[in-house]
T-cell receptor, first 112, second 115 residues
Framework: ETGVTQTPRHLVMGMTNKKSLKCEQH?????MYWYKQSAKKPLELMFV???????ENNSVPSRFSPECPNSSHLFLHLHTLQPEDSALYLC???????????FGSGTQLSVL | AQSVSQHNHHVILSEAASLELGCNYS??????LFWYVQYPGQHLQLLLK??????LVKGIKGFEAEFIKSKFSFNLRKPSVQWSDTAEYFC?????????????FGKGTKLSVIP
């Protein structure tokens, strides 16, 4: 157990659905991240929040919308996704940006 | 932009064999380097890291890595692998300094250890 909890563990959605991924960290960290892990590709950084402010958006399509209401919670809102968005979405946190990351177990997303 | 290359996609070893996984990065400035490991069915976790000082870094479970600045490399080694080392290993790099957050990962190397 890393102290970073992600729900749901698995999600299947149609291209017209709206869903949200949730991440919660109990470590008192100041930075939280969303990563996308696709088969045979490097982990891709999607979003970074530091002290609840977004500091990085790596040209992620607008159909992915992050939300960080406080330093312990991070959401990824999904709408009108494409089948190529199917992947494992990992949340991570760190004390400060650039430091050791603590990862959650991920949400395995399948878009039909 | 920084990038990380892990040259081996899948490595298969027998128990007690020695391991070396290659990692090369491209970035012109000062870097922080990491190896993360993902055991089957588990989350990614930090194996070891290099920020500064002794370029030979020791991590958990008998792993070590050597930072060779002139070669832009940070290879992971273990003298004698065990079946429990079967996992996927990811090298990662970020620029050092305050506010750095662009942690770039390699594609990963899958290690299978045969009993």
């Amino acid at each position: 157990e890393t102290g970073v909890t992600q729900t749901p563990r698995h999600l299947v959605m149609g291209m017209t659905n709206k869903k949200s991924l949730k991440c919660e960290q109990h470590l008192g960290h100041n930075a939280m991240y969303w990563y996308k892990q696709s088969a045979k590709k490097p982990l891709e950084l999607m979003f970074v929040y530091s002290l609840e402010e977004r500091v990085e958006n790596n040209s992620v399509p607008s159909r992915f919308s992050p939300e960080c209401p406080n330093s312990s919670h991070l959401f990824l809102h999904l709408h009108t996704l494409q089948p190529e968005d199917s992947a494992l979405y990992l949340c991570a946190s760190s004390q400060e940006t650039g430091e050791k990351l603590f990862f959650g177990s991920g949400t395995q997303l399948s878009v039909l | 932009a920084q990038s990380v290359s892990q040259h081996n996609h899948h490595v298969i070893l027998s128990e007690a064999a020695s391991l070396e996984l290659g990692c090369n990065y491209s970035y012109g400035g000062t870097v922080n380097l990491f190896w993360y490991v993902q055991y089957p069915g588990q989350h990614l976790q930090l194996l070891l890291k290099y920020f500064s000082g002794d370029p030979l870094v020791k991590g958990i479970k008998g792993f070590e890595a050597e930072f060779i600045k002139s070669k832009f490399s940070f290879n992971l080694r273990k003298p004698s692998v065990q079946w429990s080392d079967t996992a996927e290993y990811f090298c990662a790099v970020t620029s050092s300094g305050a506010g750095s957050y662009q942690l770039t990962f390699g594609k990963g190397t899958k290690l299978s250890v045969i009993p």
